[in-house]
């Protein structure tokens, strides 16, 4: 009877050093990225573009982990990047810097190429990017400049297409996403083309009916809209 109980106790130990074991070996997993402040807007309509130089932003960067679950800062650990340089500036340590040259809006992303874990555990490499909306007000004043306001498009879906906007200005294919700056009050039509054998599926964001094609946005502030290819 006590080699039975002996017997049990072992094959308990056993388990449970295994899932143990097992646990441990699981990679961290870096499953989505989140920059904060999400969106920022530099200068005055009556200032000149110029008179922004030097205008400065700090982004954060918060990945959100599985294999335990857990969100921290990552600043540090990913790949800044500007869509518009000559607009403004971002630096490794995801400081933005208006560079007084041009306005309208742009797109500043941070990247992850690794996925390790706090622990240095690989994750097989995956790639994991989120983006922020940074805008520059164009002078209305002595400049002669025009007030905009950012347009995003982002696509969804297991389909391709490309989109295209009128007035001309925004216009990209799969997967994105892509921005761009229009007159506050313009009314955008964006048309969706699916590529090959992908179909359009809907539109979210715009002002006219989701399973409508094109879709049309009024600019009466900073807009995104999303457009899925089944």
């Known amino acids: 009877m006590i080699r039975k109980w002996y017997g049990i106790t072992a094959l308990v130990v056993t388990a449970v050093t295994l899932l143990s074991l097992s646990s441990c070996g699981r990679s961290q997993q870096l499953v989505s990225i989140q920059v904060q402040p999400s969106s920022e807007t530099f200068g005055l309509s009556s200032t000149p573009v110029a008179e922004d130089a030097g205008l400065q932003v700090q982004l954060k960067a918060y990945g959100t982990y599985i294999h335990p679950p857990v969100t921290k800062d990552i600043t540090n650990e990913v ?6 340089p000559q607009m403004m500036t971002v630096n490794s340590t995801g400081l933005v810097t208006v560079t007084g040259v041009s306005c309208g809006a742009t797109l500043v992303s941070a990247t992850s190429n690794t996925n390790t874990s706090a622990g240095g555990i690989s994750s097989s490499g995956a790639v994991v990017t989120a983006f922020m909306t940074g805008s520059v007000i164009c002078d209305t004043g002595s400049g002669g400049g ?11 879906g297991n389909g391709s297409g490309t989109v295209t906007s009128s007035p001309t200005g925004l216009s990209g294919s799969s997967p994105g996403p892509y921005v761009s700056a229009f007159t506050i009050g313009t009314e955008v039509t964006l048309t969706a083309t699916p590529i090959g054998t992908s179909q359009f599926g809907s539109w979210v964001g715009c002002d006219s009916s989701g399973t409508t094609n094109p879709c049309t946005v009024a600019m009466t502030g900073n807009r995104t809209v999303t457009v899925t290819f089944n």
């Open 146 to 156: 025009v007030n905009t306001n950012a347009l995003t498009l982002t696509f969804s």
């Open 79 to 84: 790949t800044w990047f500007s869509n518009t």
